[in-house]
């Protein structure tokens, strides 16, 4: 599969703490790698998010959805794919999929984000982000 | 609302460990939180979850979904209220609704859950299961 | 043991997102469990500690120390004792003890806390707070 | 300064699911990237951790001991500093250093390991870790 500018590929270690007595992940660590898959493909945009909230852009989540398709142990090297998309006038969409080295599923996903003050009250898309996100620029 | 007995509510405060820098509770807690109400609504029921893994019955998650409402901060007392179903022949689905004590939403989804054994291969409802489940039991 | 207005008991729950894939509960969990020890025993003592921080007062940790003793699993009902005493001009200690119900050790150790504005910068003890601390206050 | 065979250096991020209300990492997160640095000086002594379980050799912590010198904000850039040591007859230790990319302090302190089987009974180090923690091996 090609990555364009919007795709951003990513591995990362299972850790000892995000396994559970079942010995798989606990279910809410996929939220935190969706996370770290966000957090990579901004910065790999060119703008780390650190540097959104500088410029006054937070992005909550107002949505996650994630289907778990198999496990992953302790130590597994996981590979995490994020997909950027512009949702609506004021809220951004990240498709998610993460697998192990080997291809197998492990969990996919969205989650979308408003596009918020510090306080979190709406805001429209600032240019910067606008021009960020659109494909030609 | 009344309450019948596959319906569950609980009361919890939010941790600091559980806050983020935007000064509200990190998203991937709400899924721990409603892992909190899926285990008090089934202890309610008369059978904690620990004695469903004693009897080789696992309920991994194979579906979260989450809706976003609002904020909570450090030591809120939210209100969780559970409500479990079977979806199927072989998952159970919990709907989940997580509001202030004000009544000020915070956050609601649901989780599908699989039937499975340790090794997680999908089994059928276990029979004490259906009748923990079954409202005139 | 008689506990005095700065000592605390509450129970808490181990929760299955608190478990790892030895079964018992991971080791960091321990300081999340003496934070709410500390949260409870300042409500207790008459001040909750996110009323510190609306004063301005912040108490960061600056030492931790764990020694555990013993396994926890998922759904164990645990006894969190907690102590405070105020160690040196601007910092707190908290001695924490964590037992099963029935009186199996599972953790136990102490955390030091500076008192600190908002910026992380040391402040002496208000006087709000040495009140709070004087026993026969 | 030269890194010998028991010592290892890492760089990892700050994860916003570490951070807390503060604005710094929640201190429970340290003890966490005390476990990333063990698993990867692990791995560079040639034999990685979850292979340590497989062969029936388990290192649960018995203490911990963490020293907070400075703040690490989501998406700082931290390097982790492990040294393993043999602690008498039946335990290891690490010490840890978590700096910033400038040098700033962030966190140092050391964890205390039993050498176990999976049930929690300590063993003897096995021959194949003595091995492995020896110098001129």
Known sequence: MPLDRLQHR?????????????????????LEWFECGRTEAMRALGLPY?????RGAFLPLIEAH??????????DLLIVD??????GRASLRFDMVIVQASG???????TVHAITDASGRPIRCPAWLTELLTENS
């Open 10 to 30: 990513m591995e990362l270690r299972v850790r000892y703490s995000e396994t559970d007595q079942l010995g798989t992940f606990y279910n809410s660590r996929a």
């Open 50 to 54: 650190a540097e959104f909230e500088k």
């Open 66 to 75: 994630v289907h778990y398709r198999g496990r992953a142990k302790y130590d």
């Open 82 to 87: 994020t997909r950027i998309s512009v949702s």
């Open 104 to 110: 197998a599923k492990v969990v996919d996903g969205h």
